[in-house]
C-alpha cells in the first residue's frame, strides 16, 4: 500500500529531459540561489555516466577548463534543473565513460555519430542524406515496374 503511494509521488515529480545518453554533449540549466535571488548558470560538458532511473537518475557532466577536469553530477529529474540541451552526439561504444577523465588533447574528443551515416533515420525524420536518395530509389523502382 505504501509503495503505491510512494510511486505515485514519484511518477508526478518526473520531467520529460531529452533522451540522451553517455558520450553526448550537453547544455545543462540549472538554477542558483543566492540569498534571495535566483538566476539560471548554464553548464556544457559531456556526459560521461548515467545511473539510476525514475526520480533517482543522474547524470555526471565532465567539461574541462584551464586544462583542469571538472564534473558535476546533476540529478536528472530535481526542480533545481531548468532544462537540458543536446548539443552534439557522440558515438560511444560504452555505457560509462570514465577513461576520457585520464585523456588530454585530442585523444579526449569523440567521434560523432552522424558521421558517415546517410541512412540514420532519427526521430522518425531522415537526415538530409537519405531523404536526396529516396527519391532515386522510387524512381528506379517505378522503372523497373513498368519495364516489366
Do not use: W
Not at 53 to 70: C, P
Not at 107 to 129: A, C, E, F, I, M
Amino acid at each position: 500500500m505504501t509503495s503505491l503511494i510512494i510511486e505515485e509521488i514519484n511518477k508526478s515529480q518526473l520531467k520529460t529531459v531529452p533522451g540522451f545518453k553517455a558520450g553526448d554533449t550537453v547544455n545543462v540549466h540549472f538554477r542558483i540561489v543566492e540569498g534571495d535571488k535566483e538566476r539560471t548558470q548554464m553548464f556544457q560538458g559531456v556526459c560521461i555516466s548515467r545511473q539510476g532511473r525514475g526520480i533517482n537518475e543522474m547524470a555526471v557532466v565532465r567539461k574541462v577548463v584551464d586544462e583542469v577536469g571538472v564534473e558535476r553530477i546533476f540529478p536528472v529529474c530535481s526542480p533545481m534543473v531548468a532544462k537540458v540541451e543536446i548539443v552534439r552526439r557522440a558515438d560511444a561504444r560504452r555505457a560509462k565513460l570514465y577513461y576520457l577523465r585520464d585523456r588530454s588533447g585530442k585523444s579526449r574528443r569523440l567521434r560523432d555519430q552522424r558521421r558517415g551515416l546517410k541512412h540514420n533515420v532519427k526521430d522518425g525524420v531522415p537526415t538530409p542524406g537519405a531523404q536526396a536518395e529516396a527519391p532515386k530509389v522510387e524512381a528506379k523502382a517505378t522503372e523497373a515496374a513498368a519495364t516489366a
